[in-house]
């Protein structure tokens, strides 16, 4: 834990905002761009394929969908489709894997001679970044014959008449939705795969900052820059959040929400948890701390409430078994915590050089299983800085439960005897 540079799993040509891993094939899809400036930048998804060789990961760009001039600024991956926000609009794109042609035929783009020597290039990050900075047009020539992109349907998410953004995007769990939240403060439901819109209301003054919808499409939780954490039932606001209600020191409106996240609670099926990251509202001279809080997922009663350093929390992730959370910072520092206690398990500082735009955990699927290795938690995590990296939690050491009897059973022994022996006769 501390200060220490993290090695590079990949690094883009533009900057990185959102990450995704797709649960079937576990493909790590990220996004990025320079807008619509005309600096040179290109705007893209890159798809990439991730291995554990060893104790190490390596990825390698298997392909790279070139999106003009709109930056993906997030997105979400509901089967073999892709919701990405792109400027006040949501592209709806349909990623399939191609059966490669040629000499390339001859195996999976994993097992190929030249994919081999991609991966052993790209060992410890130096080799996949440098590809990646040149634009190896061979390799990238080669990468496209292996997975097609299709944008097949696309709607405005957001209404703002300045400058329209849409800020969010989640499909509903059993990919009936298609929630997106913007800077206008209207939440947008629209029925998929119809695109139809469904629900269009004012849930905030202001930007919409985050949101999450619960496995059994009962609740949306909203939050936004006007201190408010909404839970709503359809268009109907059902309770705001207060979560500080029990700490008197904590004055009104010197916090806002930032993230919010609805996760499971492991080995507990029917149970549900919400959390959420506040913020402070305007920065001192002495940083004040953040706060990280768990909410009941099913009264939305608070359960606990844990400062969670003095840097500004910038995005926050959810394990699929519910058991970690992750949380970026401003300043690039980046910490997976337990979902249980709040307590903090990893930390490393300033791991990017500027603003952690978003994390991704690792699916607990099959794939995904295979790609954590004798890891407990792998989570990746994209910045600003154009850098994509591996956060791994080592499967923590325990004790068998026979062995821990058998100490028991020692001590309660070791205690008789030494009663014994100090009060003859007591035993």
């Known amino acids: 834990m501390g200060k220490r540079r993290m090695p590079d799993l990949y690094r883009a040509p533009f900057p990185l905002y959102t990450i995704k891993v797709d649960p079937k094939t576990g493909w790590v899809i990220t996004a990025g761009g320079g807008g619509g400036s005309k600096t040179g930048i290109k705007n893209a998804v890159h798809f990439l394929g991730l291995e554990l060789v060893g104790d190490q990961h390596c990825a390698t760009l298997v392909h790279s969908h070139d999106t003009d001039t709109r930056a993906t600024m997030n997105l979400a991956i509901g089967g073999d489709v892709i919701a990405a926000g792109q400027d006040g609009r949501c592209s709806l794109m349909r990623f399939r ?12 783009w994993g097992g190929s001679e030249q994919g081999a020597a991609r991966r052993r290039a790209g060992k410890g990050g130096k080799g996949s970044e440098g590809a990646a900075a040149r634009g190896n047009l061979s390799e990238m ?59 269009d209301f004012k849930a905030h003054e202001g930007e919409i900052e985050d949101l999450d919808i619960s496995p059994n499409n009962k609740h949306l939780v909203t939050v936004g820059r006007d201190f408010a954490c909404s839970i709503w039932s359809g268009n109907q606001l059902a309770m705001s959040l207060c979560w500080h209600e029990k700490m008197p020191q904590i004055a009104a409106k010197s916090y806002r929400y930032m993230s919010c996240r ?26 004040p701390q953040c706060y990280l809080s768990k909410w ?9 409430t844990n400062p969670c350093g003095t840097e500004v929390i910038s995005t926050l992730a959810v394990s699929d078994s519910g058991t970690f959370l992750g949380l970026g910072t401003v300043t690039g520092s980046v910490a997976i915590y337990v979902a249980f206690s709040l307590q903090k398990l990893y930390y490393v500082q300033e791991s990017h050089g500027i603003v952690v735009t978003d994390l991704a955990f690792l699916p607990d699927t099959p794939k995904g299983q295979s790609l954590k290795g004798n890891n407990e938690a792998a989570m990746l995590s994209v910045a600003v800085d154009s850098r994509c990296q591996m956060h791994t939690v080592r499967n923590r050491r325990s004790l068998p439960i026979w062995l821990v009897l058998f100490f028991c059973g020692l001590m309660v022994v070791g205690a008789v005897l030494l009663l014994q022996h100090l009060f003859p006769g007591l035993i």
């Open 97 to 108: 894997q191609r059966q490669p042609s040629g000499k390339a035929a001859a195996k999976d």
């Open 141 to 199: 020539n080669d990468n496209t014959t292996q997975i097609s992109v299709d944008t097949f349907g696309e709607v405005q998410s957001d209404l703002n008449p300045q400058d329209p953004l849409q800020k969010c995007v989640r499909f509903s769990p059993d990919l009936s939705l298609l929630l997106t939240g913007g800077t206008d403060g209207h939440i947008r439901v629209w029925e998929y795969p119809s695109l139809k819109e469904k629900l």
């Open 262 to 287: 609805f996760g499971k609670v492991e080995d507990q099926k029917d149970t549900l948890r919400l959390y959420t990251v506040q913020i402070p509202h305007k920065r001192d001279r002495k940083p």
């Open 296 to 304: 009941d997922g099913q009264n939305f009663l608070p359960m606990l």
